[in-house]
T-cell receptor, first 118, second 115 residues
Framework: AQKVTQAQTEISVVEKEDVTLDCVYE???????LFWYKQPPSGELVFLIR??????QNEISGRYSWNFQKSTSSFNFTITASQVVDSAVYFCALRRPRQQGGSEKLVFGKGTKLTVNP | GAGVSQSPSNKVTEKGKDVELRCDPISGHTALYWYRQSLGQGLEFLIYFQGNSAPDKSGLPSDRFSAERTGGSVSTLTIQRTQQEDSAVYLC?????????????FGPGTRLTVL
């Protein structure tokens, strides 16, 4: 079975602080896909990144960076110099590859609510 | 381009009534998904459509829930004899589909309140 755990339910930081959101996953598949989505107060889920299990290279996009470590089954997300606009609920998700059968449903973690205070 | 659209954005209904929720995927996306987001259960998969293949209905919580996708585009999620526990935000997503790099893009959701 697949499972995603986001142990941090809520995080509160002050603007300009760096913050890391943790994501730990469980799967028996050797190939899989990991995602991060952002859900601002408006409610719409916004795609941030997709990572294939065979690509462990870390990625940086502006103030966002992702650290993928297969050895610890973790896919953590860091926001550098946080801003008030980063306040949202962030979801980590896992998907099986198509070849493993079944649908391509996303299995989501419970989400981490990030509040960035001015 | 246009994203996934859903209607209505809000729906209030009385217990026992039927409701229909609509999803219009991104043009050219052959895969369509329904999820439900509730306080207690988080984000849960409901159903998945891919082209003309039989849908994966494994996430539907009861036989009161059904969905169809007409013409490979618009989808309707129907909940019959609504119950208070059906209150949630229903999210639709679409993706390019089989054989291509696949990211699901979500619509704004329909907030369903069952009184």
């Amino acid at each position: 079975a697949q499972k995603v755990t986001q142990a941090q339910t809520e995080i509160s930081v002050v603007e300009k602080e760096d913050v890391t959101l943790d994501c730990v996953y469980e799967t028996r598949d050797t190939t899989y896909y990991l995602f991060w989505y952002k859900q601002p107060p408006s409610g719409e889920l916004v795609f941030l990144i997709r990572r294939n299990s065979f690509d462990e290279q870390n990625e940086i996009s502006g103030r966002y960076s992702w650290n993928f470590q297969k050895s610890t089954s973790s896919f953590n997300f860091t926001i550098t110099a946080s801003q008030v606009v980063d306040s949202a609920v962030y979801f980590c998700a896992l998907r099986r590859p198509r070849q493993q059968g079944g649908s391509e449903k996303l299995v989501f973690g419970k989400g981490t609510k990030l509040t960035v205070n001015p | 381009g246009a994203g996934v659209s859903q209607s209505p954005s809000n729906k209030v209904t009385e217990k026992g009534k039927d409701v229909e929720l609509r999803c219009d995927p991104i043009s050219g996306h052959t895969a369509l998904y329904w999820y439900r987001q509730s306080l207690g259960q988080g984000l849960e998969f409901l159903i998945y459509f891919q082209g003309n293949s039989a849908p994966d209905k494994s996430g539907l919580p009861s036989d009161r829930f059904s969905a169809e996708r007409t013409g490979g585009s618009v989808s309707t999620l129907t909940i019959q004899r609504t119950q208070q526990e059906d209150s949630a935000v229903y999210l639709c997503a679409s993706s390019l589909g089989a054989g291509r790099p696949d990211t699901q893009y979500f619509g704004p959701g329909t907030r369903l309140t069952v009184l």
